[in-house]
Structures are given as structure tokens and as C-alpha cells.
């Protein structure tokens, strides 16, 4: 069983930034000796013959090929397309 002190607690505040109480630290030194305890717990179990689950949707992800194609349109012809042109290039409102 692990047991967190509050040395702990504030060494993880420190490391993830955190301005925590006194009254904080005391609930987060409880809470998180509950989670290792929980996590004693589950290491307990005999998972012999389980397959590990990666997820439970049955979603997968569908890939295309990166493939580029080309296109009978020209740069001109786009350009022809925009309201207003600068430098050979589409020109648009400044924004700040």
C-alpha cells in the first residue's frame, strides 16, 4: 500500500503549476491515497485469459491515400477570381 504524504502533494503542485491551500493539499493527500489504494486493489485481480480492450466501439479509422491530383486550373485563373490582387497574390483587409 502506498501512503502519500504532503510533501508529495506539494511536490505535484509544485510540478504541474499549482497554488493549492493548506485545506486543499489535506483533500488532495486523502483523495489521491484513495486512488493508489483503488489502484492496489485492481492489481489484485487475476486478468489470466482477459484480452486487453483498446476500445469498445468498434470504430475504426479510415484512411485515404495522400495522393495529389492534379488540376486544369491555373493560378491565373484563380486569381482572376478574387475581388482585389496585390503581387501576384490575393490581397485581403489588414487585421490586427
Do not use: F
Not at 1 to 12: A, E, G, K, N, P
Amino acid at each position: 500500500m502506498s501512503t502519500i504524504t504532503t510533501d508529495d502533494v506539494r511536490h505535484l503542485a509544485q510540478l504541474s503549476n499549482l497554488q493549492l491551500s493548506e485545506e486543499e493539499i489535506q483533500n488532495l493527500q486523502v483523495d489521491l491515497g484513495n486512488i493508489l489504494t483503488y489502484i492496489d486493489q485492481l492489481a489484485e485481480l487475476d486478468t489470466t485469459g482477459v484480452e486487453p480492450t483498446y476500445q469498445v466501439t468498434g470504430l475504426e479509422n479510415v484512411w485515404r491515400d495522400d495522393v495529389v491530383e492534379k488540376s486544369t486550373v491555373t493560378r491565373e485563373k484563380l486569381l482572376e477570381l478574387a475581388p482585389a490582387m496585390a503581387d501576384n497574390a490575393v490581397k485581403v483587409p489588414q487585421v490586427l
